[in-house]
């Protein structure tokens, strides 16, 4: 099979979209750019000492920022300098940014993303994501963007994809037709196409969530994981329990193998952790996309109206089976 980089495969589906003007293809692709300088700096994380921590200077006396600051820059300056997007909202920042740029405020996008999701995980090496949500502007081209530009619902999406930084680094990405994945061929710093059409398979038995929470989150839940740990009437074999503790890696395992992420609300945190606009949104997006299922317990993901920059909300995403018995064992215990 030849080799298909991601920037040839753009421009190759860019036919999909008989309007297109190559925005989004460009865009795509200077998200890519960010990608490969993130993973760069990820990949030496564990040289910190040796390079210098946040707030320290290394070797060469440069002043060395947390990767996830350093992530959230990487992608604010590919995005700002490629002027696709005229603003974007991250979870790095209370504010999104509006850029008042020229080349900007006559863009037609605003992207959303969490550049660096479970950037706790760094110093144990375990797999970490950059995740990220775009939405066509609803402010008048030539404007500023302004905030309901980014309070838009995850139906509106154009684009959604992550990077998961792992043994190996893909990009995965959607823009509603379909999700493909790209891995990054470091010898010649391309992505290329390693998985095309991606769907979860027909039927999952992979469980993942932070039992710890058991005793905090509402009955439909643990009698969910309960029903997980009898033996599935399909394979005769029990449910696999795996959780890293990073979303996309979560998530991109169970897209693999087939499974049901879940991070429910809790009694000290009844909105659950992960944020609506810039992880759930385009995970959703590409869940959909890929023939699998994304709620909160009970309403479709896509749906929920944002209200907020960094609104949050339960999550059941995957496999759509799994996610339908989670969802049948809340409305039996509502
Ligand atoms: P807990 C990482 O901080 C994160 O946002 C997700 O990537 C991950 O799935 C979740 O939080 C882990 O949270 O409370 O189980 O440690």
């Given at each position: 099979?030849?080799m298909?980089?991601?920037n ?9 979209f008989?309007?297109?003007?190559g ?5 795509l692709?200077?998200?890519?750019i960010a990608?490969?300088?993130i993973n760069?700096?990820?990949?030496k994380?564990?040289?910190q000492d ?5 707030g320290t ?10 990767l ?8 604010l ?6 002027g696709?997007v005229?603003?974007?909202?991250s979870e790095?920042?209370?504010k ?6 020229e080349?900007?405020?006559?863009a037609?996008y ?7 999701d479970?950037?706790s995980?760094i ?21 500023l ?14 684009a ?7 043994s ?10 379909g999700?493909?994945g790209?891995t990054l ?9 390693s998985?095309?059409?991606?769907h979860?398979p027909?039927?999952g038995?992979i469980?993942s ?6 005793s ?11 029903w997980?740990?009898?033996i599935?009437k ?16 979560d ?15 809790t009694?000290?945190?009844p909105e659950g ?11 959703a997006?590409?869940?959909e996309?890929a023939?699998?299922k994304?709620?909160d317990g ?12 960094h ?9 759509k089976?799994l996610?339908?018995k989670a969802?049948e064992?809340?409305q039996k215990?509502s």
């Amino acid at each position: 099979m030849s080799m298909v980089t991601l920037n040839e495969f753009i421009m190759e589906r860019q036919a999909d979209f008989p309007f297109a003007s190559g925005d989004l293809s460009r865009l795509l692709a200077d998200i890519s750019i960010a990608a490969k300088i993130i993973n760069h700096k990820v990949n030496k994380a564990g040289l910190q000492d040796i390079l210098g921590a946040e707030g320290t200077t290394n070797v060469q006396g440069e002043t060395q920022m947390k990767l996830d600051v350093f992530s959230d820059q990487a992608l604010l300056n590919a995005v700002k300098w490629g002027g696709q997007v005229c603003g974007a909202g991250s979870e790095e920042n209370e504010k999104y940014f509006a850029f008042d740029l020229e080349h900007c405020r006559k863009a037609k996008y605003v992207i959303l993303f969490d550049p660096l999701d479970g950037s706790s995980n760094i110093d144990v090496n375990v797999s970490i994501g950059t995740i990220f949500s775009i939405l066509r502007r609803t402010s008048a081209v030539g404007d500023l963007a302004n905030i309901n530009d980014f309070l838009q619902k995850g139906s509106e999406q154009v684009a959604a994809g992550y990077v998961i930084y792992g043994s190996s680094t893909m990009l995965v990405y959607t823009t509603g037709h379909g999700v493909n994945g790209f891995t990054l061929e470091p010898s010649i710093g391309e992505f290329c196409l390693s998985h095309a059409n991606m769907h979860f398979p027909e039927h999952g038995n992979i469980y993942s969530i932070n039992e710890g929470n058991m005793s905090i989150c509402e009955k439909g839940v643990r009698d969910f994981v309960e029903w997980c740990k009898d033996i599935d009437k399909k394979t005769n074999r029990p449910f696999t329990a795996r959780y890293i503790g990073s979303l996309v890696a979560d998530f991109h395992r169970n897209l693999i193998k087939g499974g049901v992420y879940i991070y429910p609300g809790t009694k000290k945190n009844p909105e659950g952790k992960l944020r609506l606009q810039y992880e759930c949104n385009p995970l959703a997006f590409i869940a959909e996309q890929a023939g699998g299922k994304a709620s909160d317990g009970k309403n479709r993901i896509m749906e929920l109206p944002p209200k907020e920059l960094h609104q949050r909300t339960p999550l059941f995403i995957g496999s759509k089976h799994l996610v339908e018995k989670a969802e049948e064992f809340i409305q039996k215990n509502s």
